[in-house]
């Protein structure tokens, strides 16, 4: 089992930046591909990107490819998600997941909140 605690979210302005964190405890962080999760509000979650067990891998939705960059640091059992040119259309609850594929999550983090302003 893993738990996950994810930082780093708030409020910006259109084209800024934030830099989200999800620290996992536990020592099989290695053991899972982890992703990150958007829900705004009225909305369905959906997937934004997706990162393999020893970052050489990792997938994007279409809406923030280009944008955001996803990476991982196994040492300090850490995933970050960099998001540059923030769009008001990107806020929402940011949730990260740790799970056996890109897409899917088994542990979820309790969420941050992004908010971009126009």
């Known amino acids: 089992q893993v738990q996950l605690v994810e930082s780093g979210g708030g409020l910006v302005q259109a084209g800024g930046s934030l830099r989200l964190s999800c620290a996992a405890s536990g020592r099989t962080f290695s053991t899972y591909v982890m992703n990150w999760f958007r829900q705004a509000p009225g909305k369905e979650r959906e997937f934004v990107s997706g990162?393999?067990?020893?970052?050489?891998?990792?997938e994007y939705a279409d809406s923030v490819k280009g944008r955001f960059t996803i990476s991982r640091d196994n040492v300090k059992n850490t995933v970050f998600l960099q998001m540059n040119s923030l769009k008001p259309e990107d806020t929402a609850v940011y949730y990260c997941?740790?799970?056996?594929?890109?897409?899917?999550?088994?542990?979820w983090g309790q969420g941050t909140q992004v908010t971009v302003s126009s």
């Open positions: 990162i393999s067990r020893s970052g050489s891998y990792s």
């Open positions: 997941a740790a799970g056996r594929t890109t897409r899917r999550g088994g542990y």
